[in-house]
T-cell receptor, first 113, second 111 residues
Framework: DAGVTQSPTHLIKTRGQQVTLRCSPK?????VSWYQQALGQGPQFIFQ???????QRGNFPDRFSGHQFPNYSSELNVNALLLGDSALYLC????????????FGPGTRLTVT | EDQVTQSPEALRLQEGESSSLNCSYT??????LFWYRQDPGKGPEFLFT???AGEEKEKERLKATLTKKESFLHITAPKPEDSATYLC????????????FGEGTQLTVNP
């Protein structure tokens, strides 16, 4: 049973550029959430997708956008990259509904120079 | 305003020396408290979900408990492979299914 997968593993970008990160959920899951984790801190919720729509959003600017495809996979896009966007980006999948466990992928390490 | 606070920030134990990690929360209407383990550079690994005060769950050397204000992760006779950062997260009130995380406790178990 494949778990949550993310690509790429690592990414280096320059300030002002745009980046796209990808996530495939665990088999059977239909909901994908994205989190940003700065070094030494807990993950911060960016947004959640269900049925190809953004269902919830955290306190992140509009530079952060996403998409969910009919096969439940998801993309996170970040425009106009800032140095402060350097972090580990985590994708988590779950079943729809509250209080279900979220299972995380290995993350994408983004470095903005 | 911190909604989830974990203590201590870091903990060093000798192999076999049992201890507890704390996660306190100030959210209203807790709907679930989650414990995760995270190894350096990896994604968090799910350990437990607790839903109501008084609930306990165990897995190998780990036992999680929940009260109305906090949760404890008890580690019995830890081994070096238990070294990791332990994160707790909550779902609460009108927050939907998003997870609100604490900063984590970095555990090191020396042989």
């Amino acid at each position: 049973d494949a778990g949550v997968t993310q690509s790429p593993t690592h990414l280096i970008k320059t300030r002002g550029q745009q980046v796209t990160l990808r996530c495939s959920p665990k088999s059977g899951h239909d909901t994908v959430s994205w989190y940003q984790q700065a070094l030494g801190q807990g993950p911060q919720f960016i947004f959640q997708y269900y049925e190809e729509e953004e269902r919830q959003r955290g306190n992140f600017p509009d530079r952060f956008s996403g998409h969910q495809f009919p096969n439940y996979s998801s993309e996170l896009n970040v425009n106009a990259l800032l140095l402060g966007d350097s972090a580990l980006y985590l994708c988590a999948s779950s079943l729809a509904g509250d209080s279900y466990e979220q299972y995380f992928g290995p993350g994408t390490r983004l470095t903005v120079t | 305003e911190d909604q989830v606070t974990q203590s201590p920030e870091a903990l060093r134990l000798q192999e076999g020396e049992s201890s507890s990690l704390n996660c306190s929360y100030t959210v209203s209407g807790l709907r679930g408290l989650f414990w995760y383990r995270q190894d350096p550079g990896k994604g968090p690994e799910f350990l437990f979900t607790l839903y109501s005060a008084g609930e306990e769950k165990e897995k190998e050397r780990l036992k999680a408990t929940l009260t109305k204000k906090e949760s404890f992760l008890h580690i019995t006779a830890p081994k070096p492979e238990d070294s990791a950062t332990y994160l707790c997260a909550v779902q609460w009130g009108t927050s939907g299914s998003r997870l609100t995380f604490g900063e984590g406790t970095q555990l090191t178990v020396n042989p």
